[in-house]
């Protein structure tokens, strides 16, 4: 079940991305870096996911890539794998 999914199943009602925005920045959630994640960060993390993570197949390419080469993976940021799901 996705987040969204949960929330609308806690509050009876569908969230929007700049609702999860601003439950992300209620609750403080932080990136690494320690920046809140915006709007712009979720629905690219959002398209990522939907279009490439639901399949197995990128998964395990991107999981031999990691392997491989780590953080100097040529694919290792969501805004990277959003560029490759945006241009497909």
């Known amino acids: 079940m996705t987040f969204k999914q949960a929330r609308k199943r806690e509050t ?3 969230l929007g991305q700049a609702d999860v ?5 209620s609750r403080r959630v932080a990136e690494s870096n ?3 994640v915006t709007e712009t960060a979720l629905k690219e993390a959002m398209m990522v996911y939907e279009k ?5 197949r990128p998964v395990d390419i991107l999981d031999k890539f990691e392997n491989a080469y780590g953080l100097t993976s ?3 940021s969501v805004s990277k794998l959003y560029l490759l799901c945006h241009k497909t």
């Open 74 to 76: 040529a694919v290792n």
């Open 21 to 25: 925005v601003q439950l992300n920045k």
């Open 52 to 56: 490439l993570m639901i399949d197995p």
């Open 34 to 36: 320690g920046a809140i």
């Open 12 to 14: 009876g009602t569908k």
